[in-house]
């Protein structure tokens, strides 16, 4: 707990990834992808309980002996790509409360896609939550500004065109406001957010700026990155 709040930590690896299949149980050095996610956890005390959410009866065997709970199975409703954060969230939410006879206060929701997250980020992504008075949160990385919306282009038919008209009028990067990403290394919300509010990004929202490297595994190309960082990390260790 922190701050007496009772804290469900999610895990959802569903099964059916196109760009790599199972992408969330891909051995990296050895070791699947969601232990990762699941060796952070039990470096986070102040988690009250840690379930994956999966309609895989293999990633569910991968979790299980990485020490991870799956006490339910996600039902095909929720399997496809296009089924939103917040219905997979709120399934699992009532979920936990029916098995375990209790309410959370906040649920945490950890992809697996984001190995590199410690447990002192997820700390602060909590503290940030209950301390402010907010009601969602979640961590960024700063967009490089050659990457800032503004000069984003669309190329369809053959022609050209600014995806925002006003990326017109920018002359140099200093006319450019910093803009955030979301790296997927944590979201917390509360309670009434999901439930009350329907929605993962509440009316009072805060966020919190992770500068540390950071990999969003959606590609192959993501894996050799992390590949690289975590070979890097052990030489320098």
């Known amino acids: ?51 994956v959410s999966t309609d895989s009866p293999e990633i569910a065997r991968v979790a299980k002996e990485s020490g991870l709970d799956v006490p339910f199975s996600r039902p095909e409703t929720l399997s496809g790509d296009r089924i939103a954060d917040w219905d997979v969230l709120v399934h699992a939410l009532k979920e936990m409360e029916k098995i375990d006879a209790c309410k959370y206060d906040v649920v945490l929701m950890l992809q697996p896609t984001s190995p590199l997250r410690t447990p002192g980020q997820i700390a602060l992504v909590l503290e940030t939550l209950l301390s402010g008075g907010l009601d969602s949160v979640w961590t960024l990385s700063e967009t490089d500004v050659k990457y800032h919306p503004l000069k984003q282009l669309t190329w369809s038919d053959g022609r050209l065109d600014y995806f925002d008209p006003r990326g017109r009028g920018v002359i140099a990067r200093q006319q450019l406001e910093k803009t955030y990403r979301r790296n997927g290394v944590a979201y917390a919300m509360t309670r009434t957010c999901l439930l009350e509010q329907g929605k993962i990004m509440g009316d009072k929202a805060g966020a919190v700026l992770i500068r540390e490297p950071v990999v969003n595994i959606d590609t192959l190309e993501d894996f050799a990155r992390l590949e690289t960082l975590l070979a890097d990390s052990e030489v320098k260790a």
Not at 7 to 21: D, H, Q, T
Not at 28 to 47: D, K, N, S
């Open 1 to 51: 707990m922190i701050a007496e709040k009772r804290i469900l930590a999610v895990v959802p690896a569903r099964g059916g990834s196109k760009g790599v299949p199972l992408k969330n149980i891909r051995p990296v050095h050895g070791t699947p992808l969601i232990a990762f996610t699941a060796r952070t956890l039990r470096e986070c005390p102040f988690v009250d309980r840690s379930v």
